[in-house]
């Protein structure tokens, strides 16, 4: 077909095969897209909103005031937010030097911004979550959460 050199129907056609074909092929091989970027991006970001550690932190946080310090429920989270308060104020320097897992960003998820700076997040205060399942939270086994003497220096692991 191609040795007549005649512009027939076809060869047109079979040209237009030929084409699609190395069209088809240069796209894979040129794309330089990932293909696994929607499914890396989900897992990430439910890692990333994963509140479990936060939570069992601000629990033991909590048990520390209210056993050690002998505190009811209402002191120990005032108190609990204004120790994190008190860390998130502080010289960014001192998380880093303790720990480089966690950031500002970490510890501000536990706290409510108000004017006393006294209020823990409320899906953790005592109107939501009871004693019992306080202290069922504060038992979970998380490795790698921070000392609570990095927000209480005076606490004693």
């Not at 120790?83 to 998130?88: D, Q, R, V």
Request: with cysteine; proline share 4%; net charge neutral.
């Amino acid at each position: 077909m191609l040795d007549q050199k005649k512009l027939t129907p076809a060869f047109v056609q079979q040209w237009g095969k030929i084409m699609f074909c190395h069209g088809y092929i240069a796209s894979h091989v040129f794309d330089d897209s990932d293909d696994l970027l929607a499914d890396r991006n989900r897992r990430n970001g439910a890692l990333a909103s994963d509140r479990a550690p936060q939570r069992v932190f601000l629990a033991r946080l909590l048990l520390w005031f209210m056993d050690e310090q002998k505190q009811t429920r209402k002191q120990a989270e005032a108190n609990a937010a204004k120790a994190i308060w008190g860390l998130i104020d502080a010289d960014a320097g001192t998380i880093e030097r303790i720990s480089h897992d966690f950031d500002i960003g970490w510890f501000r998820v536990l706290v409510r911004e108000c004017k006393d700076r006294d209020l823990i997040v409320s899906t953790m205060n005592q109107k939501n979550m009871k004693e019992a399942a306080l202290r069922e939270l504060a038992a979970m086994k998380i490795d790698g959460l921070p000392p609570i003497e990095l927000v209480v220096p005076t606490a004693q692991p």
